[in-house]
Structure formats: structure tokens, C-alpha cells
Nanobody, 126 residues
Framework: VQLVESGGGLVQAGDSLRLSCAAS????????MGWFRQAPGKERDFVAAISWSGSSTYYADSVKGRFTISRDGAKNAVYLQMNSLKPEDTAVYYC????????????????????WGQGTQVTVSS
């Protein structure tokens, strides 16, 4: 599946952003979807994920309560609503897809994801 992210930008601390990821190429409903981020000099970390059915979501502790992941099957898209942004949220954000799996423990494991977008930069100033 091909993935294209959009919606990144430069914002101030406390602001909100909504990232979008458009999927194409294969049946969207067969994929679990995730968001990951990578800051300069750091590893790519898990942010949030949503199961293929939309019934399960999972968040990193650092974003829980501030970020919300959702998906729209009609639009073949997944979203990341980011509220109360902090400077430490600054990173390149990547959308990723993995073939659906009923083991929700795998949602946060980046090695399970085979398809990745090109990333979108999010910069939060203090």
C-alpha cells in the first residue's frame, strides 16, 4: 500500500495540528495503521495505532490524552489529531501500514509495519 502524509507544519506550544495519511494501492480495510515519529539523532518511535476495524487504538504514554488516531474507510485515510502540542513533539511523523492482525500487542511494534510514507515535519516552538 502506498502512503502519503500531509498536515505537518510549524506551530507554537499548546497549538493543535491534524495529520492526514492517504492510502492507495490495496484494500485499506485489511491494514492496521500506525503513526510513528523520529526526532533528529533519535530512533523512530511509536506514537499511535488503530486496528483494521477501527475498534482498537493504542497510544504511547507520552501522547496519551493529547493525540487521537482515527480512520475513514470511505476515504482510505488515517488521521492523527494532535492537541496541546509540546516542543518535545517536534519530529518527522510517519504513517505506516501492516497487514491486519488480531494481536493488538503488535500495533506498537514498528518492525511489524511493512509500508511507510515519506513523512511530514512537525515543529513545535516554545
Amino acid at each position: 500500500v502506498q502512503l502519503v502524509e500531509s498536515g505537518g507544519g510549524l506551530v507554537q506550544a499548546g497549538d493543535s495540528l491534524r495529520l492526514s495519511c492517504a492510502a492507495s494501492g490495496r484494500t485499506f480495510s485489511t491494514f492496521d495503521m500506525g503513526w510513528f515519529r523520529q526526532a533528529p539523532g533519535k530512533e523512530r518511535d511509536f506514537v499511535a495505532a488503530i486496528s483494521w476495524s477501527g475498534s482498537s487504538t493504542y497510544y504511547a504514554d507520552s501522547v496519551k490524552g493529547r493525540f487521537t488516531i482515527s480512520r475513514d474507510g470511505a476515504k482510505n485515510a488515517v488521521y492523527l489529531q494532535m492537541n496541546s502540542l509540546k516542543p518535545e513533539d517536534t519530529a518527522v511523523y510517519y504513517c505506516a501500514a501492516k497487514f491486519r492482525d488480531y494481536d493488538v500487542r503488535k500495533l506498537a511494534d514498528k518492525t511489524q509495519y511493512g509500508d511507510w510514507g515519506q513523512g511530514t515535519q512537525v515543529t513545535v516552538s516554545s
